[in-house]
């Protein structure tokens, strides 16, 4: 599986819209960019995934560059709930073995 | 609460001792994934289940850990003879193909090692 690399941290204010940024320059075209936040003390949570359009679902909206090597994580209104560390990942999904592989993500803190 | 149990949450113990965790999927899950968790980093993958059999295993994971799933159902984790490198969370996750590939984790057992 490709690489990600993600800043450390970020703040944001609440309500505002929260713009996590992910490289993943050596992505190739069979892998797809997923996404999933930890709470503090909770396990990972799946929030988003795709492969080169945008998406968007209840939590969040993931935009991926034409060139796939890169996107962006957009939580647009963001709540203290949120604050978490963020994970992208990119991966095959072949759905055999769909192990996923973590990075350190990032930490995201909302403040009020 | 994501509908995956893991028990006990924490378990402390003295080196040397040996301790089971058990994971409960979700139930028409029939993919089961271990991952383990240090302090400031993502989870690391151990090893991973369809139905009963065990498909994969990471090289973390080292002969003094074992895994089974016996009637394709709950899972445990065991691991002898205790290091204290091996404090950390062990997390367990399950997913059925198709949807989205989407994992469900549980919240995880905290092991620290006395």
């Known amino acids: 599986d490709a690489k990600t690399t993600q800043p450390p941290s970020m703040d944001c204010a609440e309500g505002r819209a929260a713009n996590l940024p992910c490289n993943h320059s050596?992505?190739?075209?069979?892998?797809?960019v997923y996404w999933y936040r930890q709470i503090h003390s909770q396990g990972p949570q799946y929030i988003i995934h795709g492969l080169k359009n945008n998406e968007t679902n209840e939590m969040a909206s993931l935009i991926i560059t034409e060139d796939r090597k890169s996107s962006t994580l957009i939580l647009p209104h963001a709540t203290l709930r949120d604050t978490a560390v963020y994970y992208c990942i990119v991966r095959v999904d072949t759905g055999a073995n769909s192990k996923l592989t973590f990075g350190k993500g990032i930490t995201l803190s909302v403040r009020p | 609460d994501t509908g995956v149990s893991q028990n006990p949450r924490h378990k402390i113990t003295k080196r040397g001792q040996n301790v089971t965790f058990r994971c409960d999927p979700i139930s028409e899950h029939n993919r089961l994934y271990w991952y383990r968790q240090t302090l400031g980093q993502g989870p690391e993958f151990l090893t991973y289940f369809q139905n009963e059999a065990q498909l994969e295993k990471s090289r973390l994971l080292s002969d003094r850990f074992s895994a089974e799933r016996p009637k394709g159902s709950f899972s445990t984790l065991e691991i002898q003879r205790t290091e204290q490198g091996d404090s950390a969370m062990y997390l367990c996750?399950?997913?059925?193909?198709?949807?989205?590939?989407?994992?469900?984790f549980g919240p995880g057992t905290r092991l620290t090692v006395l």
């Open positions: 050596t992505i190739s075209g069979n892998e797809y």
């Open positions: 996750a399950s997913s059925y193909p198709g949807l989205a590939n989407e994992q469900f």
